[in-house]
């Protein structure tokens, strides 16, 4: 068994033990819910029930609070607005204009919302309303799981989930103990044995277990999973009650799966919202990206120009009409009589009718194109065959489209390790044996035989040794055997088949190592450990004592009996550990073995023995059978007993085991690395594991300096506070010296001198964060996390799953809000996926709810590459392209009414016709910029696959800024004006035909809204470089639209509107010559700036391609020095690695990138 116990736990536990007063937050608990005492009443206590609400929404609430988020959003609100305006004051345009599109956009965004609450119902139901079996008056009554109360006894049964938090009572098995798996909580796939009291653990029937009486006394709900003090009360007539300890052993968790168990009994102490699984769910916030923050940026500029313009012309209006003779005539009574009264809410009417005017400059219609683009876009990430997985048969998954575009903007990874990084599949390597390499199989002749490497160089250990060896790896571990039916009717010769199961991964691989070499572990029976020998003999120990893992100790041990009756002490730990306890003239030649496998990336324990005499064991027998009876302080005792235990041993060896990486993950952290991200590691598991998983992922390099935040480091006396400040006060220092202050500022560069990577561990990490005073705990946050931002990489082991979010929330609300994701396979990563800004899921062998609660979900790590890379890159280009287009086009087309005011005496004339006003932005230029969002690749896939540094292009919102904005918006005034003076200048001359017909206002406006249709549109036909046959239709498609509809609207096409006021305007404009030609010379003058700007690209981009080495001609001397002090290093690199490693990426990241051509 392996758990991890802190001090903080221990200081709970004596806290919690030395007596009634000091107890605070405390919850009892009746088992069965039968009094302990007959005398005294009964009073049923009120807990939570056991329902789970994942939900956001009821049926009773949904519209209320939907509609509240909705308009929360600024252009939400504002057309809210607008349309009420419309409806209340006589303003020049329709309310169906800003209504309809208005109403389209909540509805379409209710449906979405709400469909997908109503998943998250039905997967709560699924939950709530499963059945369960508890234990009533000696008999099971069959219930649904929402309705398990606290001190309910409830049997389960295997591979089933536990519906609640249970004190673990008994189970099938005869001594007491049970397995589970806790792939949903923390990631781990792996059995775990838990145990029951010894006092309950032989009530095994229903009878049985109804006859108990017995209170329990624990802590209050609480997150943390690795936690958990409490005791027992158990009541026998006429005897004294029997208290016994419980602890995290005893506590079997909501979402674990019960295996290798026939049944077990455990009496509910946590239900429904109060369980540890959810009090490490945090509810689901809305993400926002940093597209939408940048158009309610934008929104608050365009609302500014139209308060401006409506301001101006409300102004100037009561100007001009402060001339009689540009005011109404004499004999309109009315007007004359509203002349006199209610003068400022004339001019407050006024003012809105304008607003309501000119308010198309904010486009309603580019939330629905926005929409649009990120369902419909959405699909390509689900149809993308390169991330589609053979081995599940699954492919990516989008759960939230919002987000698509912030793909391309991540600048932290937080990734979970087992499962995601890892397939947490361990193999056995190779081992040494008093400093000789064993590496291979059995030899028939000498027992043991090495592979990789001549027999000379590496030698042999004596026999025995050997053999003294591999029995350690049979002994020193806690495997439980499974035995397993035989495949297809076939017996397997070797002897029965079996499968190992253990807590530890790791332990599992060492004892199918020792198999390898012909020692088998047969199993435990009757504290009796068999294993079989090579030469088939079955030999006997007894399990006297289990020393258990801890993370302070690093180590564990067994004390085994002989059949000689010899008593030996076997201990298997990291080398740190283990080293300082053996005799130092051991150590040398294991050493050297130890640090090399450790740099090829592989998890090492060091083996070690000692023989003991019957006093000696008589002894330590007595002083543990002593600490584990101990009710106060119990885990120090047992911890100073292990400490006297564990000394003078001899070392025999160690051991190599792979924890075998998904394939491609080095290379997928390298190209996220090149792509100016920086990679953190949040794990549960041990640091020893944690950082051989950083070396072999390249997370961390050989030459990375490794600063350490640990239990080890920190020490484990009183002093650890001062510790902590005196390490960050150091490791800051240190690292102030690399980074001067003229590079603090610089985002996503690596530093080309010393790389530091930091490890930290949960334990520091609750002592940063919740230190005992608000102002030394806001001055350690801020130490450490310049710290964290100055390092390469950073690892965080042993995490509880709120930490792991808390650390994603110190990130994410740094200086910049630097944007950041989180990817993990696991329920333990479900917090951390929730409180980054993009939350990625992988479909691994951990259950599905990281998945289920991911805005996206992948099948392997891996696949993280083109999902950034390439898909994040081009939905940010795209949706980017098309807010300031949108933008663009809606002051093109707003500018020219805006100045046809000043020439219709500001009587707030529509210079466009009312269909072209609502059909601008529905139907003539909504097409083509939906299909150029969903379709556009400004650089191919395999040019943004390759090279990862094109990602940084698009880094910090760079075309989303207020420059490009800019850019925009003075193109679109320029075309504004272009269009309207151009067109009034031609209007000089009146008479455009030639039977002398004069041209009127709708003919100019129709004539304007012509070169405004086709200028928009061909400028997004300009900024096309990836054509498909959809861009040609809609493109040229949507001009061919715009003149069918206006031969139609005109009267031509259907008669029936030949009483319209445009009655063939538009007719006979196309038929007159020179207001053709005056289009034509119109669009191209409009478009100018556009087309010299892109002959000025390409003239640069064909210069760089001949001269190539001219624009770094500066940066030479640089990298030639650079490179002169890696060659030896990039020498061994392979060549298809070298591109993506960090030593070549530096300078290469100092070019300047060519133009954004589809290359």
């Known amino acids: 068994m392996e758990f991890s116990i802190n001090r903080e736990w221990l200081i709970l536990r004596s806290m919690w033990c030395a007596g009634e007063e000091k107890r605070v937050g405390t919850r009892t608990v009746f088992v069965g819910h039968r009094p302990v005492s007959e005398t005294d009443a009964y009073v049923e206590q009120k807990f939570c029930d056991n329902r789970i609400v994942s939900s956001k929404y009821t049926v009773w609430n949904f519209l209320p609070k939907n509609l509240f988020e909705q308009f929360r959003r600024i252009a939400n609100f504002y057309f809210l607005i607008i349309f009420l305006v419309q409806v209340i004051v006589d303003t020049p345009t329709s309310p169906i204009t800003s209504g309809l599109p208005l109403f389209f956009v909540i509805t379409v965004t209710a449906i979405k919302q709400g469909y997908e609450d109503w998943l998250r119902h039905r997967a709560d139901n699924e939950v709530n309303k499963s059945n369960v079996f508890i234990v009533e008056n000696a008999k099971q009554v069959k219930k649904d799981s929402e309705k398990i109360k606290v001190g309910d006894i409830v049997e389960v049964k295997a591979d089933e989930t536990f519906p609640c938090d249970l004190i673990f009572l008994s189970s099938s098995n005869g001594d007491g103990t049970c397995y589970v798996t806790t792939a949903s909580l923390d990631g781990e796939s792996n059995f775990k044995t838990h145990y029951a009291v010894r006092d309950t653990a032989g009530l095994q029937t229903d009878d049985d277990i109804d006859s108990l009486i017995a209170a329990i006394e624990c802590e ?218 064993y590496r291979g199989g059995i030899s028939e002749v000498d027992g043991l035989s090495h592979t990789d490497g001549p027999l000379k160089y590496y030698g042999k250990a004596e026999k025995c040794r050997e053999e003294l060896f591999l029995r350690a790896l049979c002994l020193c571990h806690t495997v439980q055997i499974k035995e397993g039916d035989n495949v297809d009717g076939l017996i397997v010769n070797s002897g029965p088949k079996c499968t190992y199961i253990s807590s530890s991964p790791d332990e599992i691989a060492l004892v199918k190592g020792a198999k390898k070499y012909g020692f088998t572990f047969l199993g435990l029976e009757d504290d009796y450990m068999k294993v079989q020998n090579q030469k088939n003999e079955i030999e006997k120990y007894q399990l006297l004592h289990i020393l258990n893992f801890d993370p ?66 008589n002894k330590i027998d007595n002083q543990l059978s002593e600490a584990r009876m101990a009710l106060q302080d119990r885990e120090e005792k047992m ?319 760079a075309m989303l800024q207020w ?70 239709f809609v493109i040229w498609g949507s001009l061919a639209f715009y003149v069918f509809f206006s031969f139609f609207w005109g009267g031509i096409i259907w008669p029936f509107l030949k009483q319209q006021r445009m009655y063939f305007v538009f007719a006979y404009m196309v038929t007159s010559i020179p207001t053709l030609l005056a289009i034509v010379l119109l669009i191209f003058v409009s478009l100018s700036p556009e087309i010299l700007l892109i002959v000025f690209k390409n003239a640069k981009r064909k210069t760089h391609q001949e001269h190539p080495l001219s624009s770094c001609s500066l940066k030479l001397p640089a990298i030639t020095a650079f490179l002169g002090m890696n060659k030896k290093k990039l020498s061994n690199r392979k060549e298809s690695d070298s591109l993506s490693s960090r030593p070549s990426v530096r300078p290469l990241l100092l070019r300047t990138f060519s133009d954004e051509s589809n290359v």
């Open 220 to 437: 209050q709900p609480q997150p943390d999973l690795y936690k958990f003090v409490g005791r027992i009360n158990i009541y026998r007539s006429n005897q004294e009650p029997v208290a016994r300890s419980l602890g995290p052993e005893n506590l079997l968790l909501k979402g674990s799966t019960l295996k290798n168990t026939k049944k077990i009994y455990g009496v509910a102490v946590y239900t429904g919202m109060e369980t540890k699984m959810a009090l490490n769910y945090q509810g689901k916030s809305q993400k926002r990206s940093a597209v939408e923050k940048s158009i309610n940026a934008f929104l608050i500029v365009y609302l500014c120009i139209l308060l401006s313009k409506a301001t101006v012309c409300t102004t100037l209006k009561y100007v001009w009409q402060s001339n009689p003779f540009n005011d109404e005539p004499w004999y309109n009574q009315k007007t004359n009589k509203e002349r006199e009264t209610f003068k400022i809410l004339r001019m407050f009417t006024d003012f809105l009718s304008f607003m309501v005017l000119f308010n198309f400059i904010i486009p309603v219609s580019m939330y629905v194109t926005v929409e649009m683009q990120k369902f419909l876009g959405s699909f390509f990430i689900a149809w993308d065959k390169e991330m589609y997985d053979e081995e599940i048969r699954e492919g990516a998954l989008v759960n939230t489209s919002d987000l698509n575009e912030e793909l391309g903007q991540v600048e932290y990874v937080f990734t979970d390790k087992t499962g995601t990084l890892t397939e947490n599949s361990m193999k056995f390597i190779e081992c040494c044996i008093d400093g000789h390499k």
């Open 639 to 957: 911890a100073r007993i292990f400490d006297d235990i564990e000394k003078d041993m001899h070392l025999i060896g160690a051991t190599a085991v792979e924890d075998r990486l998904q394939e491609h993950v080095a290379e997928t952290i390298e190209a996220l690395q090149a792509a100016g991200m920086k990679v953190w590691v949040l794990t549960g598991d041990k640091m020893e594991t944690a950082k051989s998983t950083c070396y072999a992922s390249r997370l961390f390099q050989t030459n990375t300096e490794l600063l350490e935040l640990t239990t080890k480091t920190m020490g484990d006396g009183e002093r650890k506070e001062d510790r902590l400040h005196e390490l960050l006060l150091e490791y800051h220092k240190k690292l102030l010296q690399d980074f001067p202050k003229n590079r603090g500022h610089l985002k996503r560069s690596w530093t080309v001198s010393q790389e530091y990577g930091l490890i930290v561990d949960g334990s520091t990490l609750s002592l940063i964060f919740n230190s005992a005073q608000d102002s030394i705990s806001s001055n350690y946050r801020s130490i450490f996390l310049q710290i964290c931002l100055k390092c390469t990489a950073v690892l965080c082991c042993r995490m509880a799953p709120l930490q792991k979010a808390q650390i994603v929330r110190l990130v994410k609300n740094t200086k910049g809000n630097p944007i950041t994701l989180s990817v993990g396979d696991g329920a333990n990563d479900v917090s951390m996926i929730l409180e980054a800004h993009v939350g990625i899921g992988i479909k691994g062998k951990e259950g599905r709810q990281a998945a289920r609660n991911s805005d996206y979900a992948v099948p392997k790590f891996k696949h993280l590459r083109k999902l950034l890379l390439v898909h994040g890159h081009l939905y940010y280009v795209r949706i980017a392209h098309l807010v300031q287009y949108f933008f663009y086009k809606n002051l093109c087309f707003i500018l020219p009414q805006f100045l046809y005011q000043f020439f219709c005496g500001f009587s707030q004339q529509p210079l466009y016709d009312a269909a072209y006003l609502t059909m601008y932005n529905i139907c003539f230029t909504s097409l083509p910029i939906l299909a150029y969002s969903l379709l556009e690749q400004h650089i191919n896939i395999d040019s943004l696959t390759s090279d990862p540094r094109l990602y940084m292009k698009i880094s910090d919102n």
């Open 963 to 1032: 420059k490009p904005f800019l850019y925009w918006t003075f193109l679109g005034a320029f075309e504004g004006l272009a269009f309207f003076f151009g067109v009034y200048f031609l209007f000089q001359n009146s008479s455009l035909e030639d039977h002398g017909k004069v041209f009127g206002n709708w003919t100019f406006g129709t004539i304007v809204f012509t070169i405004l249709v086709f200028t928009v549109t061909l400028k997004l036909a300009l900024d096309t470089r990836f054509w498909t046959w959809m861009n040609h």
């Open 552 to 617: 302070v100790r690093r180590r564990m041990s067994v004390i085994v009996k002989t059949s000689t009756g010899k008593f030996l002490l076997f201990c298997k730990g990291a080398d740190s550990s283990v080293f300082p306890r053996v005799q130092q003239e051991e150590i040398q030649q294991t050493k050297v073995h130890v640090e090399r496998n450790a740099l090829d990336g592989y998890r090492t324990l060091c083996v070690a023995f000692k023989e003991l005499t019957p006093e000696d064991y």
